[in-house]
């Protein structure tokens, strides 16, 4: 994710692995500067939460018995999955196998039928199990075909079927409700607004940091990938698109036709995207032939067309540096929005247009942002919200170096700044690795965390450091990985323990000196 130019300024688990190892916006003001502070619990009672929440997690979720699956007695499934950022987020019990989505989408701003069917297996014995569900006017709820008893507790949608499901059973929920898309919610950090964003003629969804569940029923925690099936009606007049591929559209009558879409591959929930409007699409092909795709406003096709056709030159740049692209497909979402925040949403880069109508520095600056983020973020996805730097903070690196390279500001005069505002970033915000629930998408999260990765390459030397960076995302490539992974494997690759250079850089309360740099200097925090 990235802010507008506008604003200057291991493996997936359904218990999330607790540990605590686990940008200033394009331009010259940083993103997600407010006066307003939300109120939030203290960290101790956030804490005391995550811990309770794990501990029903592990208790519940899918951890391994010496008995049979047969003798297992049914019991919940664990609420969420203890994340401290967001105890309740996620879900234990069961994994996703497949999302099936049907909107039958009529107008903006107007309700419609939905439906979502979702395809799991039981991790354990289950008498009754949760789905992440914020808003929207629940309808009907069946397991297996039949008819599951239900109640709402805030995002929280406990389903308990007619029978207990058996550990190891695969089974079907199919969850019926009318959807309401001008849901959104609000933080006050880069994010914004999130949840479903109207636009002139339609809509786009905005599902970071966990607003899918104002969008269908889900397991919703960046540690759990599922893939997707999208299908949406639409009036004839309007075009439906998703996430990865187009394999369907069919008239259904006069005046309304069905688009039909898979993802492809899994994908987290919070990289959904689908979006409805009067859109022309605009296909091209990258390098090795990569299928390229632009889902362009009418109005914006030629206005917006210079910068878009930068992308081969983006997806080249950066397969020198990271090894080649992750997935089948990308392209460009045109976001005729105010937000001016661009999203990662996987395969499909949701840009806003104002991004794509000033200078090219600050247009190409958001657009490598969020083409990083397919390999950083997408590919490989975040274990928990304390993971974020990862992605964030690569997604910034690369953005930097490729403006520098392209006439864009220095890259080591902004690491500079970012040395000498990091003591102040890390009280106001949290060290690198972690955040607080309220600054999760504040400053250190971007530069903040893009100056991990520098004082790294400055540490190992820049031939390491790239073998550091081809060997995180072909490992962990289509999988889930942490920092206490990363700090491991740049070990491994530079054939020396990195964690006490590491851990002070991203835990520590004080910015550790940078390598190579002894005259930069961090300004006290006050």
Known sequence: MSRSTRFRGAKASPVLRLTRLSGWGSGGRPPGESSRTPRRRSTGARLALAAAVT????LTGPVSYATPAAAEKPSPGAPGLGDPMFPLDGNGGYTVDRYVLDFDWQAPKTPFAASATIKATATQSLSRFNLDFGGNTLREVTVDGKAAATSRDGDELTVTPKSPIAKGRAFTVKVTYTADPTQTRHRDDAIEDYGWIPTPDGTVVYPQPNGARLIFPANDHPSQRAPITFRITTPKDRTAVANGKLTGKKQLSDDRVRWTYDSEQPLSTQL??????????????????????????????????????????????????????????????????????????????????????????????????????????????????????????????????????????????????????????????????????????????????????????????????????RAWVSEYRGKTASTQDYVDLASKVAGEDLSGFLKPWLYGPKTPPMPGHPDWVVDPAT
Not at 319 to 329: A, H, S
């Open 272 to 469: 959904v995207q689908l979006a409805v409007g009067k859109f022309t699409m605009v296909d091209s092909t990258g390098p090795g032939g990569l299928p390229l795709r632009d889902i362009v406003p009418d109005a914006l096709v030629e206005p917006t067309a210079k910068y878009r056709k930068l992308t081969p030159d983006h997806l080249r740049w950066l397969e020198q540096k990271l090894g080649k692209y992750p997935f089948n497909r990308y392209g460009i979402l045109v976001g005729d929005t105010d937000l001016g925040v661009a999203l990662e949403t996987q395969t499909l880069s949701l840009v806003p247009k104002a991004d794509l109508l000033g200078t090219q520095v600050d247009a190409e600056r958001n657009l490598v942002h969020e083409l990083t983020h397919q390999w950083f973020g997408d590919s490989v996805a975040l274990a928990g919200w304390s993971d974020l730097w990862v992605s964030e903070g690569h997604a910034r690196f690369y953005e930097r170096m490729y403006s520098e390279e392209h006439g864009g500001d220095s890259f080591e005069a902004a690491m500079k700044a970012a040395y000498k505002a990091h003591d102040q970033w890390r009280r106001d915000f949290g060290a690198p690795a972690e955040p607080t629930e309220p600054n999760l998408f504040k400053r250190m999260r971007y530069d903040g965390s893009a100056l991990v990765l520098y004082a790294l390459r400055e540490q190992v030397g820049d031939a390491t450091f790239q073998k550091i960076e």
């Open 55 to 58: 501990a029903a997690a592990a």
